[in-house]
């Protein structure tokens, strides 16, 4: 991570400077996902709490050496990279890298790389898990009509000319209710969100 980040309160930067709830903070939003990605290359389900921690362990050994600055580099990218490298261990580990067409070749070779994103579609969990764990983190930090306004207009996706009417409230205080929050989330989560 570079120096000059402007989010120089987001979540990766306290986790760098480990800061125990930070780190919490990710494994909360991030271990649904990891445990997809070992689902998705087929490691039985005994298995897979010991290569999440794996994968963890080797995500906060490198965490400094992630540079979000790079064009089209995020965060999550970077940490299924981590994962892949994991998986394939994992599976060599077991001596089921044999050369040929074996069943175990063939899973290696399905196991996602980095560049592959993931496709909504076929795994909910994924991107729209990880929002919405980022979210559910900062719910408690605003009053209860700031969240609602903010969740109407930008979740449900309504007008904040209705919201408004069904709170009480000016359009404008729903606007800033959605910037508010918007910007907290940000500050939080940073490029871990995007």
Known sequence: MSDNDPTSTSLLRRAVAREPDAWERIVIIYAPLVRHWCRQAGIPDHDIPDVSQD??????????RFRADRPGTTFRA?????????LLHYFQDRGEAAAGGTDAQMRLQEVPTPSDE???SEAPADLAGVFHRA???????????TWRAFWRVAVEDRSPTEVAAELGITANAVRQAKSRVLRRLKEEMGELIA
């Open 78 to 86: 970077w940490m299924r990279g981590i994962a892949r490298h994991k």
């Open 55 to 64: 994968v963890f362990a080797a995500v906060s050994a490198n965490l400094g």
């Open 118 to 120: 993931p496709d909504l």
């Open 135 to 145: 979210v559910s983190l900062v719910r408690d930090q605003f009053e209860e009509r």
